[in-house]
């Protein structure tokens, strides 16, 4: 079955520490991928996305990700975080070429310490 | 060009009573989703919608939960004789279509809590 895991609930971090958001998918073939963030209370915004081509992907907000085809994996980075980056961050996946429908992890809760 | 907008923003029903939440998509999209988000947990896909046709509704619970897209007007989410278990966030997404273009657009979301 297809699925994205985030093995990490919870991350604190302190502001101005790099970060790293961990997903991992398991799709028959690699799937189109995309990182979206939600503040509490709002709608998901979306981060970055991954169809093909360069593994490293440049986002709003200074976030990137790379995508490793070996490890299945599409991390999320941040060199320096912010207090506003606070936040939930899901990792999502798209059979590739389809207009089908995503499948969540179940998110990483980031805190931001000042 | 306004994004998704979903009403209510907040619902709040008691058991056994109907709840409607409305989503009206980006304009120059004809694809809707619903998501469901319980308290903790990710989002989980329900039902997949074209203008008056349904495309994928695996994710649907089958039975008091039905949802349209017509021609006119917003997609409807409906559920009846909810139940504390329906309370949860319900997103709606829409994607303009055609190749080359596959990102859903969210909505803010309608937090139905069911008492």
């Known amino acids: 079955a297809q699925s994205v895991t985030q093995p990490d609930i919870h991350i604190t971090v302190s502001e101005g520490a790099s970060l790293e958001l961990r997903c991992n998918y398991s799709?028959?073939?690699?799937?189109?991928l995309f990182w979206y963030v939600q503040s509490p209370g709002q709608g998901l915004q979306l981060l970055l996305k991954y169809f093909s081509g360069d593994t490293l992907v440049q986002g709003i907000k200074g976030f990137e990700a790379e995508f490793k085809r070996s490890q299945s994996s599409f991390n999320l980075r941040k060199p320096s975080v912010h207090w506003s980056d606070a936040a939930e961050y899901f990792c999502?996946?798209?059979?590739?070429?389809?207009?089908?429908?995503?499948?969540f992890g179940t998110g990483t809760r980031l805190q931001v310490t000042l | 060009n306004a994004g998704v907008m979903q009403n209510p923003r907040h619902l709040v029903r008691r058991r056994g009573q109907e709840a409607r939440l409305r989503c009206s998509p980006m304009k120059g999209h004809s694809h809707v989703y619903w998501y469901r988000q319980l308290p903790e947990e990710g989002l989980k896909f329900m039902v997949y919608l074209q203008k008056e046709n349904i495309i994928d509704e695996s994710g649907m619970p089958k039975e008091r939960f039905s949802a349209e897209f017509p021609k006119e007007g917003p997609s409807i989410l409906r559920i009846q004789q909810v139940v504390r278990g329906d309370s949860a966030a319900y997103f709606c997404a829409s994607f303009k279509g055609g190749t080359g273009s596959y990102e859903q657009y969210f909505g803010p979301g309608t937090r139905l809590t069911v008492t």
């Open positions: 799709y028959g073939a690699t799937p189109y």
């Open positions: 999502a996946a798209l059979p590739t070429g389809t207009a089908s429908k995503l499948t």
